[in-house]
Each structure stands twice: as structure tokens, then as C-alpha cells.
């Protein structure tokens, strides 16, 4: 199973931008898909943006179109999220996850590999 490990939170002032890396480890035939999710206290996890490994496909939660872009290094085993135009929602803590083929990406209880996460904080 990958290993995986989140980087780059922190707290920023609205509007402003952070970037967020995970890290890899490991390999795994069953990882088709990386995502990144959120959870705010009180709130479920959702999914804001996957990719397709391989492929290179990307699929966006609607409230971070525009705003966020996912990308992945393949020399770093690492996957990215640029998060520009923060917003006090954006706050949560956020988590890489890996997954298989035959899943939904933004269907968290699909993916197979989690992160510890990372907190992201808009002041």
C-alpha cells in the first residue's frame, strides 16, 4: 500500500494563496486515482479535486473550479494542490488520498491510502 504524506499548510490571510504537497511512498497496482479531501470540525469530508493517474484527467469540486489546481511531479512521486484566491470555507484540514479503478474520486470512502493531513487555515 503507498505511503503517503501531506505538506505545505499553514495559515494565510483571504485571497491569498498556499500550495500543498504529498508525498509518495511505496507502490501499489491499485492506485489509479489521487485526490485531495477536506474536513472542517463538525463537517463531513469531501473530495476537492482528483486526478487520473496515468491518464492525467482532473476533476474539481464546483466551490474550487477557478480557484485550485491539481498536478502531480512523477520524478518527485509527488502530487500538488495549488490553492489560489483562499476562503474562510477553504479552512479545513486537508488530506492526500490514493485510490483504485473503480471508484467515484470524489467518493471518499472509495480510496484505499490516506495521509495524515494537513491543516489549512484562512485568517
Not at 463531513?44 to 511531479?73: H, M, N, P
Request: hydrophobic share 30%; aromatic share 14%.
Amino acid at each position: 500500500q503507498v505511503q503517503l504524506r501531506e505538506s505545505g499548510g499553514g495559515a494565510v490571510q483571504s485571497g491569498g494563496s498556499l500550495r500543498l504537497s504529498c508525498a509518495a511512498s511505496g507502490y501499489s497496482f491499485s492506485t489509479y486515482y489521487m485526490g485531495w479531501f477536506r474536513q472542517a470540525p463538525g463537517k463531513e469530508r469531501e473530495g476537492v479535486a482528483a486526478l487520473y493517474t496515468g491518464v492525467g484527467t482532473t476533476y474539481y469540486a464546483d466551490s474550487v473550479k477557478g480557484r485550485f489546481t491539481i498536478s502531480q511531479d512523477n520524478a518527485k512521486n509527488t502530487l500538488y494542490l495549488q490553492m489560489n484566491s483562499l476562503k474562510p470555507e477553504d479552512s479545513a484540514q486537508y488530506y492526500c488520498a490514493a485510490g483504485g479503478s473503480w471508484i467515484r474520486w470524489d467518493h471518499a470512502n472509495q480510496y484505499t491510502s490516506w495521509g495524515q493531513g494537513t491543516q489549512v487555515t484562512d485568517l
